[in-house]
T-cell receptor, first 112, second 117 residues
């Protein structure tokens, strides 16, 4: 399953399939990007991050892709599991800033 | 064991009351933050302290006042609560500058669910 466009609030994906969550950012000076997962009733949990000098970074079952030309960030989750059901946020930060600016979030629902 | 903790977890109160939310981190981080998450899950930074010094102060009503007694604690006091203050408030922390660069990864607490009646 894949979310497209600037923002799609929900993504439904079959268990075992790959998920792609997309995020567009507006600040061309942003040099750090991060993905968070927020489960119901909990705080956002760090998943993976990437700096602007990279275009791809892999973690355990997750990959973040950064396309600075079109200011686009994506999170790929391999072999999506029921435990991946959550709201996913992208966030960006400018060089030297303390402030993270968050996107609106995408709700991922995994179908059994 | 909890890295970033907040109290209380739930807070139900009447309009016009004054309330405080407390946050503590045991990660040894220098920087702490308060965020507000509205009913649409949008997360917005409110304040940030680095080593007890205020470094971020977004456009927030002055009824909200953060206080950092030491770098492991950041409390949020809210005066004259209004219905629109109902939200989930998250505390977060990050390592702060290291080797001349800001360490960006922020670690969030479990949130305080505030309901103003």
């Amino acid at each position: 399953g894949e979310s497209v466009g600037l923002h799609l609030p929900t993504l439904s994906v079959q268990e075992g399939d790959n998920s792609i969550i997309n995020c567009a950012y507006s600040n061309s000076a942003s040099d750090y990007f991060i993905w968070y997962k927020q489960e119901s009733g909990k705080g956002p949990q760090f998943i993976i991050d990437i700096r602007s000098n990279m275009d791809k970074r892999q973690g355990q079952r997750v990959t973040v892709l950064l396309n600075k030309t079109v200011k686009h960030l994506s999170l790929q989750i391999a072999a999506t599991q029921p435990g991946d059901s959550a709201v996913y946020f992208c966030a960006e930060k400018g060089r030297g800033d303390y402030k993270l600016s968050f996107g609106a979030g995408t709700t991922v629902t995994v179908r059994a | 064991d909890t890295a970033v903790s907040q109290t209380p977890k739930y807070l139900v109160t009447q309009m016009g009351n004054d309330k405080s939310i407390k946050c503590e981190q045991n990660l040894g981080h220098d920087t702490m933050y308060w965020y507000k998450q509205d009913s649409k899950k949008f997360l917005k930074i409110m304040f940030s302290y680095n080593n007890k010094e205020l470094i971020i102060n977004e456009t927030v009503p002055n009824r909200f006042s953060p206080k950092s007694p030491d770098k492991a604690h950041l409390n949020l006091h809210i005066n004259s609560l209004e219905l629109g203050d109902s939200a989930v408030y998250f505390c977060a922390s990050s390592p702060g500058p290291f080797g001349g660069r800001i360490q960006e990864t922020q670690y969030f607490g479990p949130g305080t669910r505030l309901l103003v009646l």
